[in-house]
């Protein structure tokens, strides 16, 4: 059983940056592929980016791909989600995720066992 807390939301204008935060426990973040998923309002949970324990490759979806970066700390198990550049449309509820897809599905939401209760961010603009 591996359980996930974010942390690190809040309301920012556009062009900042924010980190988010998400701290394991239960097992260790290399464990799993390691991902972050967001919701925005009125939308369907979609995928924002992803670590494979496997590799240790890391994917983007392309609306970030150039802004956010994802990073992890093993001696913490904790994993990070730097995001510059900001923009209104990145607003949303962010999630951490824990699983083992296999590349084709890294961005399938019901290939990740675990997950964390979710942090707002907010971009004005």
């Known amino acids: 059983q591996v359980q996930l807390v974010e942390s690190g939301g809040g309301l920012v204008q556009a062009g900042s940056s924010v980190r988010l935060s998400c701290a394991a426990s239960?097992?260790?973040?290399?464990?799993?592929?390691m991902a972050w998923f967001r919701q925005p309002p009125g939308k369907d949970r979609e995928f924002v980016a992803a670590?494979?324990?496997?590799?240790?490759?890391?994917h983007y979806a392309d609306s970030v791909k150039g802004r956010f970066t994802f990073s992890r700390d093993t001696a913490s198990n904790t994993i990070y989600l730097q995001m510059d550049g900001l923009k209104p449309e990145d607003t949303a509820i962010y999630y951490c995720?824990?699983?083992?897809?296999?590349?084709?599905?890294?961005?399938?939401?019901?290939?990740?066992?675990?997950w964390g209760q979710g942090t707002q961010v907010t971009v004005s603009s």
């Open positions: 995720a824990a699983g083992r897809p296999i590349l084709s599905a890294i961005a399938t939401q019901n290939m990740y066992y675990y």
């Open positions: 239960g097992s260790t973040v290399g464990s799993y592929t």
């Open positions: 670590r494979r324990h496997t590799t240790g490759t890391t």
